[in-house]
């Protein structure tokens, strides 16, 4: 339980990279542009190290951890996603780069924040994955969820060149 406006975490440990975690604990950003951000907690190195490590043994979904591998990621497999992802029109709601609306979190580094597994089970169900979901169900074929997870996957603050916190 918590604040209407602040997002879902029961899973949070299957959803986000442990490396990414501890730097925003650090320095909380700007994920979802339109909702109010977090706030800065100025919890110790070694405090932020015992949250994360809470977040990632324990804040986890069992069906997540156990998604296999989505394989190497190609260019051809980036190409392909990146496809279904404008042809789905998923920018009308998400920005990679200087792209794309400001309803749903910002994707830039999208694999630099989240775990291939998530991204792949976020997309077969949307709903699932917490109450302040707005994000629509496609019924995408496994297919397509690859490819899309493996484009996800692929953007990163390097990649993408946008002007995203910068953790190294």
Known sequence: KGA???PEL??????????WL?????TPDVLRPLLKQMPRFNMSDEEIEVVADYINLVLVDDHV?????????TSDDVEIGKKIYNEKGCKACHQIGMEGGAVGPNLSAAGDRLTPEYIYMHLKDPQKWGSSNVAPNY???DEEITYLAKYLSDLRVKKVGFLWKNTN
Request: hydrophobic share 35%; net charge neutral; proline share 0%.
């Open 4 to 6: 209407d406006f602040a």
């Open 10 to 19: 029961t899973y949070e440990g299957s959803r986000v990279k442990r490396e």
């Open 22 to 26: 501890v730097n925003f604990l650090k």
């Open 65 to 73: 951890l156990a998604k296999e591998d989505l394989g190497e990621i």
């Open 139 to 141: 019924s995408l074929k």
